[in-house]
T-cell receptor
Framework: QKEVEQNSGPLSVPEGAIASLNCTYSDRGSQSFFWYRQYSGKSPELIMFIYSNGDKEDGRFTAQLNKASQYVSLLIRDSQPSDSATYLCAVNSPDSNYQLIWGAGTKLIIKP | ETGVTQSPTHLIKTRGQQVTLRCSSQSGHNTVSWYQQALGQGPQFIFQYYREEENGRGNFPPRFSGLQFPNYSSELNVNALELDDSALYLC?????????????FGSGTRLTVV
């Protein structure tokens, strides 16, 4: 059973601080890694995707991938109240026809 | 470019009925996948269509079926609805099977089975 694990939270972070969200996955054949943000009652919105080991930065967001440890993380710098949402980690693999396997999400709360 | 659109946005059905959900993929996207998301859970993969052919299916019974049309739009059909089918149904499109540029989601259809 291929799994993606996330801490359900809630993770509470002061406004302006760095929020760190973590995700582990079980399938070593996983190829692509995605972070989505989901506001309550809304559909997931793509934040970032990463394929290679290391860091990928986009504005206030940095995704980090470590395939040896089967670990992917998302850092949010200068956290804003509008960042409060559930963050979902998803991975896919050619071995499973690229279906996205999702974690249950981490609820992030940014406190003003 | 237009995004992914789903219809209807909300639906209430009775147990045992059948339902059809619709999805128009984003312009330039040839792959559509469907997900079921229960409250407080991550989405669960139902199936994926690439160029009108089913290309991968999750752990859902045969009463969940789908179609993709030549314009890459798609339908999800669910027969013999059960109470546990109540969920948010999400459609996502991508430029290719592997989601090399990510997956774009529609706003979802909230299905309630009573």
């Amino acid at each position: 059973q291929k799994e993606v694990e996330q801490n359900s939270g809630p993770l509470s972070v002061p406004e302006g601080a760095i929020a760190s969200l973590n995700c582990t996955y079980s399938d070593r054949g996983s190829q692509s890694f995605f972070w989505y943000r989901q506001y309550s009652g809304k559909s997931p919105e793509l934040i970032m995707f990463i394929y290679s080991n290391g860091d990928k930065e986009d504005g206030r967001f940095t995704a980090q991938l470590n395939k040896a440890s089967q670990y992917v993380s998302l850092l949010i710098r200068d956290s804003q109240p509008s960042d409060s949402a559930t963050y979902l980690c998803a991975v896919n693999s050619p071995d499973s026809n690229y279906q996205l396997i999702w974690g249950a999400g981490t609820k992030l709360i940014i406190k003003p | 470019e237009t995004g992914v659109t789903q219809s209807p946005t909300h639906l209430i059905k009775t147990r045992g009925q059948q339902v059809t959900l619709r999805c128009s993929s984003q312009s330039g996207h040839n792959t559509v996948s469907w997900y079921q998301q229960a409250l407080g859970q991550g989405p669960q993969f139902i199936f994926q269509y690439y160029r009108e052919e089913e290309n991968g299916r999750g752990n859902f019974p045969p009463r969940f079926s789908g179609l993709q049309f030549p314009n890459y739009s798609s339908e999800l059909n669910v027969n013999a609805l059960e109470l546990d089918d109540s969920a948010l149904y999400l459609c996502a499109s991508s430029r290719d099977i592997g989601g090399s540029y990510g997956y774009t989601f529609g706003s979802g259809t909230r299905l309630t089975v009573v």
